[in-house]
């Protein structure tokens, strides 16, 4: 199986700041890398698919990049609704894993 | 407009067999396109995919727990079922289910992402 590590754990920052969340896969998984929002008694919503690619209605501030083994999430801007436990999440193959998450906290 | 929606038991006793439900709507489990996935959250813990069906009936688990889970659908309910045999404490979680999309780009690449997701529905293992 392949494991994914995100880092860090938690994150402390404030509205305004731009913040970068790093995601590692164990193999080499191309661009099949996926991003979630999470917030505590909510859905999980899909950020970005692909390593980089907009799910529609995602604001532009969040982008993703990377590929092979390493990823980033970046938010540029930080807004008071973008406090929440990010999740990425390999698609290259079954089964999907996610990583321990990075939780984003209100400095 | 596409919606997910889990039910099942909200407290299961060690030892015993879980079934939970996926009712979807919007979209059709017989589209080649989707598939619809299972996973869980244990309190404080993060989420943990457990399993998936795809229009074409392929199958897949999570290596731990594939002993212990089946995932079946029925297509003219637009139902999704997991079954989880012999549960402990452990699997006590929030389940969701979500869709899976698929985006076919060339050469030959599928990307899938879980979009949209169920609300969740809370399982609780205790005596």
């Known amino acids: 199986d392949i494991q994914m590590t995100q880092s860090p754990s938690s994150l402390s920052a404030s509205e305004g700041d731009r913040v970068t969340l790093t995601c590692r896969a164990s193999q080499s998984i191309g661009t099949y890398l996926n991003w979630y929002q999470h917030k505590p008694g909510k859905a999980p919503k899909v950020l970005i698919y692909?390593?980089?690619s907009f799910q529609r209605g995602v604001p532009p501030r969040f982008t993703g990049s990377g590929s092979g083994t390493h990823f980033t999430l970046t938010i540029s801007g930080l807004q008071p609704e973008d406090f929440a436990t990010y999740y990425c999440q390999q698609s290259h193959s079954a089964p999907y894993t996610f990583g321990q998450g990075t939780k984003l906290e209100n400095k | 407009q596409v919606t997910l929606k889990e039910s099942g038991p909200v407290v299961v006793k060690p030892t015993e067999t879980l079934t939970l439900t996926c009712t979807v709507s919007g979209f059709s489990l017989s589209n080649p396109r989707m598939g619809v996935s299972w996973i869980r959250q244990p309190p404080g813990k993060a989420l943990e995919w457990l399993a998936h069906?795809?229009?074409?009936?392929?199958?897949s688990y999570s290596s731990p727990l594939e002993s212990r889970l089946t995932i079946s659908k029925d297509t003219s309910k637009s139902q999704v079922v997991l079954i989880m045999t012999n549960v402990n404490p452990l699997d006590t979680a929030t389940y969701y289910c979500?869709?899976?999309?698929?985006?076919?780009?060339?050469?030959?690449?599928?990307?899938?992402?879980?979009?949209?997701w169920g609300q969740g529905t809370p399982v609780t293992v205790s005596s």
């Open positions: 979500a869709r899976i999309r698929q985006e076919f780009r060339v050469p030959a690449a599928v990307y899938k992402y879980f979009d949209p």
């Open positions: 692909a390593a980089s």
């Open positions: 069906i795809f229009s074409d009936d392929e199958k």
